[in-house]
């Protein structure tokens, strides 16, 4: 299948890609390109079939948004069956949001961290400091629905990533990614919140830099980088262009999972 023609790429006249240079930089050049005629998700749905339909190539890193993985994992749920609980009750008056939303958030945090008009700021129970839970009724079908985040993001990962390998004998990377804001930048961005088989960090202390001096404290959030790149071709709006692959890369790895993004809270400064 050709590639779509909605791609972002180097100039066709660029020398071919090569993968890593071997000089220390993850590759000289790279392509994006979002999945087309991606449907509307619906549980149950077969999203790795549908992936598996373009045709992946060994060491593609496939992006894909969280919302079509809750989706196909059922992660909806109809406010109508939300009962809110006296702390939710008193939260939804504080912020002015939707007592059983509040509810819902509760449920998916470990901890509320701030809470205003409009916002709140919680600890989810994943590990990620974020805004509402990650809670979201933007394209979740029937107006009194939300979506909830994945119960195991990199569970979800890894299953799609084995799946693939098993139906095609390829190699690939998955990322699951959401849009979060970030303190003091405005705009939204992506993070990965679920990954497999590609590198998460890459720890660059030791390194030297052009003078020959050793990095002491660089390490490189690829994961996040790769998810906010997908970001620019997926929108955030009604675009449905949900899985992006990135190829051109070679950043495999069995071991790294999304959670090694996660700054340990004795290392948190800000909280």
Request: with cysteine.
């Amino acid at each position: 299948m050709p590639l779509p023609s909605r791609r972002l790429s180097l100039p066709a006249n660029w020398p071919a890609m090569t993968g890593n240079k071997g000089d220390g930089a993850i590759s000289d050049q790279m392509q994006i390109f979002a999945l087309p005629n991606i449907p509307a998700i619906q549980p149950g749905d077969d999203l790795c079939r549908m992936i598996i339909e373009y045709g992946p190539a060994t060491h593609d890193i496939i992006v894909i948004a969280q919302k079509v993985i809750s989706k196909s994992e059922g992660r909806i749920v109809h406010l109508g069956s939300v009962s809110p609980s006296q702390q939710a009750e008193d939260l939804a008056l504080e912020t002015g949001k939707d007592a059983r939303v509040v509810e819902l958030v509760l449920r998916e945090s470990a901890k509320v961290l701030r809470a205003a008009p409009g916002l709140m700021i919680v600890q989810h129970r994943l590990g990620y400091i974020m805004a509402n839970a990650g809670i979201d009724a933007s394209n979740a079908g029937d107006e009194d629905q939300v979506i909830l985040l994945p119960e195991n993001p990199d569970r979800s990962a890894r299953q799609m990533a084995d799946a693939i390998k098993d139906q095609t004998d390829v190699d690939v990377g998955i990322i699951i990614s959401d849009s979060w804001g970030r303190p003091w930048r405005l705009g939204t961005a992506g993070f990965a919140i679920g990954l497999a088989g590609v590198q998460s960090v890459i720890d660059m202390r030791g390194t030297p830099d052009l003078d020959g001096r050793a990095l002491q404290a660089t390490s490189i959030g690829v994961g996040d980088e790769l998810a906010a790149a997908a970001s620019l071709l997926m929108g955030q709006a009604n675009e449905g262009r949900p899985v992006v692959v990135i190829r051109g890369l070679q950043l495999q790895s069995n071991e790294s999972c999304a959670q090694d993004l996660v700054r340990p809270a004795e290392e948190d400064l800000f909280r």
